[in-house]
């Protein structure tokens, strides 16, 4: 399932964050996209345990491949949602946006 936000961001629902492996994020970033935010449960709230930090360490590890080959590491993100202050992804999405707007497009994206 793919939901479109601004016409500029795609969402991608997965069951858990875990599932969420290195690759999918450079594919993403090599194929189509100019950044990859990642959306995860609350640290320590997870129904599997561990995927939120899971998805944590294969963020960190994309940032540091990405940040190799001279593209900016602000291009990956990440956000826990908290219980306790629910966040507003259209918001995220929004500031998300406007920080890869300032970074510019990515010159490793296929035409």
Known sequence: MEKR???SARLYPIPCSGRLDAIHLLKALEEFA???YVVTCPHGSCRYFEGNSWA???????RRLIESIGLEG???GMVAESSE????LSI???EFINSI???GPSPVLKS
Do not use: M, Q
């Open 5 to 7: 936000y601004k016409g």
């Open 74 to 76: 602000a291009r990956v």
């Open 85 to 88: 202050e629910p966040i507003d």
């Open 92 to 94: 995220l999405t929004g």
């Open 56 to 62: 944590a360490k294969r963020l960190e590890t994309v």
């Open 34 to 36: 100019d950044g990859a």
């Open 101 to 103: 707007s300032k970074i």
